[in-house]
């Protein structure tokens, strides 16, 4: 069974900086896409970025000149980083990967437990 474990968030000041980290456990075959996507309270989840595992990436309005996704391949990981936020930035970021379990398996949507972010001076 492969989970992903996120890291990083906490706390961070507007206008600061905070990075997110999200790996998984466990084995597999194959990681495709991996994302991010937040929940803010009383709001439906959204993506905030995603990146293939060739490096193309694609973001949320919201996010675009302020997050920059990454992945590093050889650690499986993908990254969030996150500049100059705002308090309406503060959500429960979850970490997305699709994954194959086997070379005979069909890929399947994997989710991280969360980790809050708030964004508060």
């Known amino acids: 069974q492969v989970r992903l474990v996120e890291s990083g968030g906490g706390l961070v000041q507007p206008g600061g900086s905070l990075r997110l980290s999200c790996a998984p456990s466990g084995s597999f075959f194959r990681i495709n896409v991996m994302g991010w996507y937040r929940q803010a309270p009383g709001k439906q989840r959204e993506l905030v970025a995603r990146i293939s595992s060739s490096g193309r990436t694609s973001y949320a309005d919201s996010a675009k000149g302020r997050f920059t996704i990454s992945r590093d391949n050889a650690k499986n990981t993908v990254y969030l980083q996150m500049n100059n936020p705002n308090p309406e930035d503060s959500a429960v970021y979850y970490c997305?990967?699709?994954?194959?379990?086997?070379?005979?398996?069909?890929?399947?949507?994997?989710w991280g437990q969360g980790t809050q972010v708030i964004v508060s001076s």
């Open positions: 997305y990967a699709v994954i194959e379990s086997n070379r005979y398996s069909f890929a399947s949507d994997h």
